[in-house]
């Protein structure tokens, strides 16, 4: 029995938006904790720290945080995916950490180094991608 040419690709698709999905998923269950000398990222079983040592500095948004460290990285922290950062704000300013209060809006950069919209936005293209598939297989 012959497959037809498309279920390859098509199948490859399904298979490459629900991983995604469950990407999606796994990182949305991470939690953020603060150890007094490290913030920690991650789940039970896997942890990423960040020591303060390794920290030149925070910036504290109306509605995000974002960490810099002497490396060059950034995370950001928004308060869309973590709820309210200002308790780690606080925790931070009493260890120690330079927090600047900033007015506006975070930079593109920094929103880009947090996983909100870089993470939506991929599933959002998983999602169209299996509707305009979909629809051109069907159609």
Do not use: C
């Not at 279920?7 to 150890?35: C, D, K, P, Q, Y």
């Amino acid at each position: 029995m012959r497959l037809p040419a498309t279920w390859g690709s098509a199948s490859g698709l399904v298979m490459a938006a629900l991983a995604m999905n469950l990407l999606a998923f796994a990182i949305r269950r991470a939690t953020m904790e603060f150890h007094g000398d490290a913030v920690a990222w991650g789940w039970s079983l896997l942890r990423f720290r960040l020591s303060l040592a390794s920290l030149t500095g925070a910036s504290r948004y109306r509605d995000a945080l974002t960490l810099r460290t002497r490396y060059g990285g950034v995370w950001y922290l928004s308060s869309r995916d973590w709820g309210d950062v200002t308790p780690l704000a606080d925790a931070l300013a009493r260890s120690g950490v330079a927090v600047a209060p900033k007015e506006g809006r975070p930079t593109l950069r920094e929103h880009m180094a947090g996983y909100g919209i870089p993470l939506d936005l991929a599933q959002l293209a998983a999602v169209l991608a299996l509707l305009v598939y979909g629809g051109w297989a069907l159609g």
